[in-house]
């Protein structure tokens, strides 16, 4: 027994050099050469579907002098130099190949290092597909019946390395459309080296059966397989929400939230949204004062719902599905909404009619007023206007005609989303216009 002693080198010659030629002659189906990583020191692994009658040649002009060795999972370093090697001419050839054996061939100076894979021993056999037990609210487990081992070669150092089978599992799950805002079924897939005891992928958002297919050897050879399983019902949840606040545009409303993209100034409406997958039974949106959720003020089970704010400080608003045994459950993210303290300002003098457009109307400045009464009148006590919005204000009119200039009067009664409450009272100065 020779043993052949291995250094490795970043940098490995070519296969074929100086008109050096590997080649075989038997096998029954298409030999399949794959590229092993460069750190494996191996030049190729070759896969055969049986090896009964199969013969390697080396094709070398010094083709008397050429040396093969043999290895397994030890490594390069333990290899063994094979007799029965017969030279035909220019070709060195070895009459009887081993499957899931390493092979050196010593050429002078050179030497060659490939790896042979028995796929007869390997062969991928697939009879069943079915949903297994164990299962999370993230991930199905799925038990397919057959045989698809993990093929196993070694680097010259005796490193393990597995060549993948590149087993693909096909099935259909959920995903979010942006612009349907909707979730629409889309094809998912999922690559194995081998066929292990379970399979484990993302849970599937919507009804669907698994189909899994292999090899890729098979695949080479036009024998591929596959195998599909009865339909498997979702259990996992998920959803995709919003909250979308009524924009309002008015001129003399102070905007005075503590912070954050929801709230300011009530009264504030904000609709809420919510797009769930099949599984979702149970749906419901939760108000509550607490960051945390610990007591819920509101809750709604609609996916839409629209609710105006009309109290000052902050709420949290969540939404929250779950399926119909309530083991898998989804929570969304919480939104903040920031209501101001309420505040009320009245001026005491505008000029109407001059048609400058600056100061032409007499509005209050607010913020967080959510119930407004405002009267207006002369100083005889006749009633010029009356409006219940605070956005609104006297364009300095009666019956569509300007009233004079002069000392009005306002009276105002009105509440804020803090509760505070106003009863304010005042002069109106109509002044500069002709």
Same mark, same amino acid.
């Given at each position: 027994m020779k043993y052949l002693s291995i250094i490795l080198c970043a940098c490995l010659s070519p296969f074929f050099a100086n008109g050096a030629e590997l080649a075989w002659s038997g096998s029954p189906e298409k030999i399949i050469q794959i590229d092993a990583p460069a750190s494996s020191g191996l030049? =190729?692994? #070759?896969?055969? *579907?049986? /090896?009964?009658?199969?013969?390697?040649?080396? =094709?070398?002009?010094? =083709?008397?002098?050429?040396?093969?060795?043999r290895y397994s999972n030890l490594g390069g370093g333990y290899a063994e130099e094979l007799s029965g090697v017969r030279v035909d001419g220019g070709?060195?050839? /070895? *009459?009887?190949?081993?499957?899931?054996?390493?092979?050196? $061939?010593? *050429?002078?100076?050179?030497? +060659?290092?490939?790896?042979?894979?028995?796929?007869?021993?390997?062969?991928?056999?697939?009879?069943?597909?079915?949903?297994?037990?164990?299962?999370?609210?993230?991930?199905?487990?799925?038990?397919?019946?057959?045989?698809?081992?993990? $093929?196993?070669? #070694?680097? !010259? %150092?005796?490193?393990?390395?597995?060549?993948?089978?590149? /087993?693909?599992?096909? #099935?259909?799950s959920l995903s979010y459309d942006e612009d349907s805002k909707s979730y629409v079924q889309v094809p998912e897939e999922a690559t194995f080296e081998y066929l292990p005891t379970t399979l484990h992928v993302e849970a599937p958002l919507c009804a669907t059966d698994f189909t899994l297919t292999g090899d890729r050897f098979l695949k080479e050879w036009g024998r591929e397989i596959s195998v599909s399983s009865s339909?498997?019902?979702?259990?996992?949840?998920?959803?995709?929400?919003?909250? !979308?606040?009524?924009?309002?545009? %008015?001129?003399?409303?102070?905007?005075?939230?503590?912070?954050?993209?929801?709230?300011?100034? =009530?009264?504030?409406? $904000?609709?809420?949204s919510a797009a769930v997958t099949d599984a979702a039974i149970f749906t419901?949106?939760?108000?509550?004062?607490?960051?945390?959720?610990?007591?819920?003020? $509101?809750?709604m089970s609609e996916l839409n719902v629209? +609710?105006?704010?009309?109290?000052?400080?902050m709420t949290y608003v969540r939404f929250v599905c779950a399926n119909a045994s309530g083991e898998c459950e989804y929570y969304g993210p919480t939104y903040e909404i920031s209501i101001g303290a309420s505040s009320l300002k009245c001026p005491n003098a505008f000029s109407p009619g001059n048609a400058d457009g600056v100061n032409d109307e007499w509005k209050v400045s607010y913020s967080s007023i959510v119930d407004f009464e405002c009267h207006i009148f002369n100083r005889h006590g006749q009633k010029m206007t009356s409006f219940s919005d605070p956005a609104q204000g006297?364009?300095?009119?009666?019956?569509?005609?300007l009233v004079p200039a002069g000392v009005y009067y306002y009276v105002i009664t009105a509440r804020g989303a803090d509760g505070k409450k106003y009863n304010l009272s005042g002069d109106i100065n109509i002044v500069n216009y002709k």
């Open positions: 030049d =190729a692994v #070759y896969v055969l *579907d049986g /090896l009964s009658g199969v013969k390697a040649a080396y =094709a070398s002009p010094s =083709a008397a002098g050429v040396k093969w060795f070709s060195s050839i /070895l *009459d009887v190949v081993e499957g899931d054996m390493g092979y050196i $061939i010593e *050429d002078g100076n050179e030497r +060659h290092y490939f790896w042979v894979v028995d796929y007869s021993r390997h062969e991928l056999a697939l009879s069943g597909i079915t949903e297994a037990e164990e299962r999370d609210c993230d991930r199905i487990g799925l038990t397919v019946a057959g045989k698809g081992d993990e $093929i196993v070669y #070694y680097s !010259i %150092n005796g490193r393990r390395l597995v060549l993948s089978r590149d /087993l693909q599992l096909d #099935y259909t339909t498997v019902q979702p259990f996992a949840v998920q959803a995709q929400t919003s909250a !979308i606040q009524t924009e309002r545009s %008015n001129d003399n409303e102070i905007v005075s939230g503590s912070g954050g993209d929801l709230g300011g100034s =009530a009264p504030c409406e $904000i609709e809420f419901e949106w939760q108000f509550s004062s607490y960051p945390e959720f610990e007591d819920v003020d $509101i809750r629209t +609710h105006t704010f009309t109290e000052e400080g006297w364009d300095g009119k009666y019956k569509g005609k």
